[in-house]
C-alpha cells in the first residue's frame, strides 16, 4: 500500500513535464525560407551616343567586317576600330568609334549596325572620321531567356531593367508563442539593388546579340528565336520577321554568316539556313558539346562542316554520318575559315588543317590532321577577301597572300606614293 502511495504522486509529476514540454515543444521549430530580391541594371551610363575618337591599339578584336572603302574591327564593350583601305593587303588606321557595351556589329553600305546593350545603333560611317548616329531602335534586343526587359522595366527609372535576382536563404524560429519573423530588416537591406554593370557572377543570358549581314541584308534575332531582317532606307528603319525560326526550347546563341549559310551557335547545337534563307535542320548537327566557337561549311563533301569547339576541331558529315576529330588543341584558335577545303584556324598561330575520307564500311570515317603551322602569325579575329589573308589582333591589321598555303607570305609595306 505504501508503494501505491509513492507511485500515484511520481506518475503526476511525469504528466505534469510531459504537459509542459508539448507546451513549450510542440510548435516551436525551425523556419527556413527563400527571398528572391530583384536586381535593377542602371544603363543610364551604358545607353549613350557614340564617340569618334583618334586610333588606338586594338586589345582583343572580335570579328572583322569590310565595306569598299574601310575595314572594321570590332573589341567588346569598347567600340570599332576603323581602317581604310589604301591597297591591296594594306590599310592604314583612321579613328576609333566608341560603342559602349558592343557585343555584336556588322556593315551594309556605309551603315554600320551595332548593340549597344538593348539598342540597335545605325551609324553612318560614309565618312567615319564624321561618323553619326542616324537610328537608335529602342529597346530592339529586349530578350533575356526568363526577363522580358519591357515587362519588367521600372518606369519610374527609363533606364533601369530587371537583370536577375539575388536569392537569400533566411532562417528563423516559430512556435505558438513567438511568430516567424518577418525580416523586415533585409527587406530593407536588399529591396533595391541597383548596379552600373552586369556583374560576372550573374548567372543570366545576355541579350540576343547576333547581327549579320546576308548579302546586304541585315539578320538579327527578334522575338524569342525568330530571324528578322533589318534595313534603314531614306531615314526609315524596317524590320521583316521571317516565316521560319530556329528550334524554340532554348534561347538562340549568336549568327555566323558563312559559306552563304546563316549558322546560329553557342547553344549546345547548330542550325542553319541554306542558300534561300530556308531552315535546313538534321538531328546529327545537334551535337552535344558546349561552346561552339565557329563553322564553316566544307565543299566537297555535301552536308559537311568543320566546327571549332572549345580546344578540338571537328570535321563531321551530317548526311552520311561521319565525323573526324583533331583532338589536339590548336592553340588557342578563336576562328576558323574554309579555302578550298583546307581549314585554316587562328589562335595563338595559324594552324592549317586538311581533312581525308577512309572506307571501312558503308559511311566511311573522316581523319582530320594537322598539315602545317605558322608561328609567326597569330590573332583573334580573320577574314578572307580573294587571295588575301586580313589577320586582327594586338598589333593591328597584319595582311597575308594565301594564294599559296605551303608558303604564306606578309604582304610588304605599300609604295611610298600610296
Known amino acids: 500500500m505504501n508503494k501505491i502511495f509513492y507511485i500515484i504522486p511520481l506518475l503526476f509529476i511525469l504528466a505534469s513535464c510531459e ?5 513549450t515543444h510542440r510548435y516551436y521549430r525551425q523556419f527556413i525560407v527563400q527571398k528572391d530580391y530583384p536586381i535593377y541594371l542602371d544603363a543610364g551610363d551604358i545607353l549613350v ?9 586594338p586589345n582583343n578584336p572580335f570579328k572583322i567586317v569590310a565595306n569598299d572603302r574601310y575595314y572594321f574591327v570590332g573589341e567588346k564593350m569598347k567600340g570599332i576600330h576603323v581602317y581604310e583601305k589604301i591597297a591591296t593587303g594594306h590599310a592604314t588606321p583612321i579613328c576609333f568609334i566608341e560603342c559602349r557595351h558592343l557585343k555584336a556589329f556588322d556593315v551594309a553600305g556605309d551603315m554600320l549596325y551595332c548593340n549597344n546593350f538593348v539598342d540597335l545603333l545605325i551609324i553612318d560611317v560614309k565618312d567615319p572620321l564624321q561618323a553619326t548616329v542616324k537610328h537608335r531602335e529602342n529597346e530592339y534586343f529586349n530578350k533575356y531567356s526568363g526577363y522580358d526587359l519591357n515587362m519588367a522595366k521600372t518606369y519610374n527609372y527609363p533606364n533601369r531593367y530587371l537583370i536577375g535576382y ?3 536563404i533566411l532562417t528563423g ?8 519573423p518577418d525580416f523586415a530588416e533585409y527587406d530593407k537591406q536588399y529591396n533595391n539593388i541597383v548596379v552600373k554593370e552586369i556583374p560576372d557572377t550573374l548567372k543570366l543570358d545576355k541579350p540576343y546579340v547576333g547581327i549579320v549581314n546576308v548579302a546586304e541584308n541585315i539578320f538579327t534575332f527578334g522575338f524569342n528565336t525568330w530571324v528578322v531582317t533589318c534595313s534603314y532606307t531614306s531615314g526609315v528603319f524596317t524590320t521583316t520577321q521571317s516565316t521560319k525560326e530556329f528550334l524554340r526550347y532554348s534561347s538562340p546563341g549568336n549568327l555566323l554568316y558563312k559559306d552563304e549559310k546563316l549558322y546560329e551557335v553557342g547553344n549546345n547545337r547548330i542550325t542553319y539556313l541554306d542558300d534561300h534563307y530556308l531552315f535546313t535542320q538534321n538531328p546529327n548537327l545537334f551535337f ?24 578540338d576541331l571537328m570535321v563531321i558529315d551530317i548526311g552520311g554520318g561521319s565525323w573526324g576529330i583533331y583532338s589536339a ?24 588543317f586538311r581533312s581525308r575520307r577512309e572506307y571501312y564500311d558503308t559511311y566511311g570515317h573522316i581523319f582530320t590532321e594537322q598539315v602545317k603551322e605558322y608561328k609567326n602569325i597569330s590573332g583573334t579575329s580573320m577574314l578572307k577577301e580573294g587571295n588575301t589573308l586580313i589577320v586582327a589582333g594586338k598589333q593591328g591589321l597584319s595582311f597575308y597572300d594565301i594564294s599559296d598555303l605551303e608558303r604564306i607570305t606578309f604582304f610588304l609595306l605599300p609604295p611610298s606614293n600610296l
Open 329 to 352: 588543341p590548336p592553340l588557342g584558335a578563336t576562328s576558323i575559315i574554309n579555302v578550298n577545303d583546307t581549314i585554316l584556324a587562328l589562335g595563338q598561330q595559324l594552324t592549317i
Open 288 to 311: 552535344w558539346w558546349n561552346n561552339t566557337i565557329d563553322v564553316v561549311a566544307m565543299k566537297e563533301w555535301a552536308n559537311s562542316f568543320a566546327l571549332l569547339y572549345e580546344n
Open 19 to 23: 504537459d509542459r514540454y508539448e507546451s
Open 166 to 168: 539575388y536569392s537569400v
Open 49 to 57: 551616343d557614340i564617340c569618334v575618337q583618334p586610333s588606338v591599339w
Open 173 to 180: 524560429f516559430e512556435s505558438d508563442k513567438n511568430p516567424a
